[in-house]
């Protein structure tokens, strides 16, 4: 014969609900874990962020090197400012952050080290939809302790400010030519036309940050390119 066990209609202590300070506590430990959860998700969103930028521009400068070569025109590299260090043309109604250039034939009429806006082959936006006025989420420059990247042959005293890249008088420049061979060459425009450097002049590098993550990216005499992070830990630079 089975035995028949009545469960009721849930009286007893272990079917009650929940009382109303249950759930404060519970709606407050929730409220704390998506509080915590939350600056590691736009932490990992501005690192993204920062890890596109930098393929971005590695990619940049390598386009206009190689484009260098397959056309035989100069290509200008320029990142944050215009050879008369004012803004960047903008692009979808933003300011570009960098610009590659098609300078054309050396020695042609027009090939004058000048952003003419027929000229723009490519445009780059490291913080796309930012708010005016809201601090940029990718920043060129160095956070603190940093030093200088090993295969970086340009100006460590301008370091600080995100560039170690020279004009031919050896002042600071946000650019670099690569001329038909694929070398990278310092050039500045205060004269009529161009006045490159020699083979090599082009070598520096672009350092940007996010506050929280560092990265370089050096370009050598030739033109080939280095990327590294920094290492806080060992206070180093690593591939």
Known sequence: MKRVVDIGSGAGRGSRGFTLIELMVVIGIMGVIAAMAVPSMLGKTRD???KSSVRELTGFMSYARSEAIRSGQIHLVYVGVDAALGPLPNFNGQQADAVIVNDGFPGALLQNCRIDPTEIVSSMIANPGQALGAPPVVNLGVVPAVVIMPEDLGNAATLATGSTFR????TQAFWVAFRP?????????TTPGCNFGPVGSGAGAFYINNGRKQFGIALRPLGNTRVRIWEAGSASWSI
Do not use: I, K, V
């Open 181 to 189: 061979e694929g070398t990278a060459h310092s050039f500045d425009n």
């Open 48 to 50: 993204e962020r920062l």
């Open 167 to 170: 004009r031919t008088d050896g």
